[in-house]
């Protein structure tokens, strides 16, 4: 049962350049969606998230579109840095009280110097 | 700035022994989960707690596992009888209440458990 998908395992972007991180979705009442960073040996870290009254949410060099009708979203990294390069997990929570979160299998994200 | 600490960082254990994981949730935050990533694979849900009682848990959170918080800063896992396949990295979380409607979600570094 994989609610939340993410189907590239990997990329990689030259710095400098814009690196596209793409994530499906098959349940429509998820209320946010998120995106997640995680570098090895830590945990994951909250980077951005989207709520889903809304289609796009920009934070500094990174934004998020969420496109409803195709249950698709995208975290964009404009320009991307070497420090940029970890796995990036995207998350779709459901509804009240406290709401069960859906991660993906995580991108791992190589930016080249 | 603070943080979500889990220990042990790794646990080796015999199949059909009790493990415990503990985790000192950030201390303003009223809402605790357990998530785990066996290697390769996704993120998962596990469990949330709030208000001193289980508020949501997956299907993967059967008999075998509880959760406690026996002291207003910790908040253990417990899997009292571990099979083969609980080997995985298992991450606590927290979070305030403006978390809860975003899902913004503060997680310790892990605790690795591999059951030999």
């Known amino acids: 049962d994989q609610q939340v998908k993410q189907n590239s395992p990997s990329l990689s972007v030259q710095e400098g350049r814009i690196s596209i991180l793409n994530c499906d979705y098959t349940?429509?009442?998820?209320?946010?969606f998120l995106w997640y960073k995680k570098y090895p040996a830590e945990g994951p870290t909250f980077l951005i998230s989207i709520s889903s009254i809304k289609d796009k949410n920009e934070d500094g060099r990174f934004t998020v579109f969420l496109n409803k009708s195709a249950k698709h979203l995208s975290l964009h990294i404009v320009p991307s840095q070497p420090g940029d390069s970890a796995v990036y997990f995207c998350a779709a929570k459901g509804g009240p009280p406290m709401g069960q979160f859906y991660f993906g299998t995580g991108t791992s994200l190589t930016v080249i110097p | 700035e603070p943080e979500v600490t889990q220990t042990p960082s790794h646990q080796v254990t015999q199949m059909g022994q009790e493990v415990i994981l503990r985790c000192v949730p950030i201390?303003?935050?009223?809402?605790f989960y357990w998530y785990r990533q066996i290697l390769g694979q996704k993120v998962e849900f596990l469990v949330s707690f709030y208000n001193n009682e289980i508020s949501e848990k997956s299907e993967i959170f059967d008999d075998q596992f509880s959760v406690e918080r026996p002291d207003g800063s910790n908040f253990t896992l417990k899997i009292r009888s571990t099979k083969l396949e609980d080997s995985a990295m298992y991450f606590c979380a927290s979070s305030g209440l403006a978390g809860v409607v975003t899902g913004e979600l503060f997680f310790g570094e892990g605790s690795r458990l591999t059951v030999l």
């Open positions: 349940n429509s009442m998820f209320d946010y």
């Open positions: 201390s303003n935050h009223l809402y």
